[in-house]
């Protein structure tokens, strides 16, 4: 008798589901802790994050330029950059399509002579009605994008409209 | 003396002695039913939010890669949801006056965050990780859908711990190449030689991904 009660709590237990909900902070919990109602709290004013000197280091020192980092530059470009300067840089990209004010070509006289330090600084932190991109990409993969402007400054400006490489094609294709 | 039982009473024992077999047995099946149904997985439930934002628009229609929102998802367990500045790199410029967007200009100004609801909720005992399964070659639409179909998003897979081991299991046919990981869209079947070839391409040792430990700690 013991133990088929014993088995009959077992039972009820199991369908607990406290476990599924835990009483913790998970990224983007929210919490009745703070006022603001996020578990997430905003940076202590002066606060030093872990590898901030590191990354402070590597704006001040480009990496060497091979295959592999322009490989890296130009898919950081094509994720952070194309919507707006283009494929090609031309500054044509699909959001300047749709309004929004275009940026200087990247293949004019000026951005061909401007050195990589300039462009360092206008990812970091913007440039006109361009938002500062320092918090999401990260100071090699800036480095690793000004490398792949220098190559679309080196390769053919003058690709006419129509040819595959200006397409701003959208991932995916035009389904 | 009178029977004690009616003439009946075999039936209805034999009926008593099925149903003690049945009433179980279709208890635990529909228990089991209703656990894997939407209404209990959340599969294809759209999810209400602050702002009618729309995947597809974004994603398919003007060609803006997951991880320029995204932008932790392959280095952190978490996708990364925007912070406002992110929207507002567009949209300080773009669609200034729309009413749908009021609550990311009202955001921007007050620096209150916008509550977005989650779509995607794992049990607080799985530990999921983004980063893992994009480097192994999971797309996100092998688990997210059809993304740039979806003008409200929402659930595409059950999350069920099944679900979990089908792929756990046999992983091979649901990688992609590297070249489509990030595609709004699902690349459609592939053969089990591709599957093969991928595992390789991505250096997946099947042998510990049904381990409990894998997801859970």
């Known amino acids: 008798m013991t133990r088929v009660l014993f088995l009959c709590i077992l039972a009820l237990a199991a369908c607990k589901q406290d476990m599924v909900d835990q009483a913790k902070d998970k990224a983007y919990s929210a919490s009745s802790v703070w006022d603001d109602g996020a578990s997430a709290r905003p940076f202590v004013a002066g606060t030093v994050a872990r590898g901030d000197l590191a990354r402070m280091a590597a704006v001040q020192q480009p990496p060497e330029v091979d295959a592999a980092l322009l490989a890296r530059g130009q898919e950081r470009y094509g994720i952070f950059c194309a919507p707006c300067h283009g494929l090609t840089g031309r500054g044509d990209g699909r959001v300047v399509q749709r309004g929004f004010p275009a940026p200087p070509d990247y293949l004019s006289d000026r951005l061909r002579a401007a050195p990589a330090e300039h462009f360092m600084e206008v990812i970091a932190n913007g440039y006109g009605v361009m938002f500062p991109y320092g918090a999401r990409v990260a100071p090699r993969d800036r480095w690793a994008i000004v490398a792949y402007i220098r190559a679309l400054q080196l390769a053919d400006g003058e690709v006419t409209r129509g040819h595959p490489a200006r397409d701003a094609v959208p991932v995916g294709g035009g389904r | ?217």
């Open chain 2, 1 to 217: 003396m009178a029977q004690i039982f009616h003439a009946r009473a075999n039936t209805i024992i034999r009926i008593c002695l099925a149903l003690l077999l049945i009433v179980p047995a279709g208890t635990v099946a529909a228990w089991m039913v209703v656990m894997r149904s939407d209404y209990v997985t959340g599969r294809n439930e759209t999810v209400t939010q602050p702002v009618m934002f729309s995947h597809r628009h974004h994603t398919a229609e003007i060609g803006i890669d997951c991880r320029y929102c995204h932008s932790s998802v392959e280095d952190s367990a978490f996708a990364g949801i925007p912070p406002t500045e992110t929207c507002m790199t567009c949209h300080s410029q773009l669609f200034t006056e729309a009413d749908m967007l009021a609550p990311v200009r009202q955001s921007w100004v007050s620096g209150t965050r916008l509550n977005w609801n989650r779509v995607h909720d794992l049990p607080d005992y799985v530990y999921f990780n983004h980063s893992v399964h994009l480097a192994g070659g999971v797309a996100c639409t092998t688990c997210h859908g059809a993304v740039g179909e979806m003008r409200l998003t929402r659930q595409v897979a059950p999350l069920t711990m099944e679900w979990c081991l089908s792929c756990h299991r046999a992983p091979g046919k649901n990688l992609s190449p590297r070249a489509t990981l990030y595609d709004p869209f699902p690349t459609e079947g592939k053969s089990a030689e591709e599957g093969h070839a991928l595992l390789a391409e991505y250096g997946i040792d099947t042998s510990g991904l049904t381990d409990c430990s894998a997801c859970h700690r």
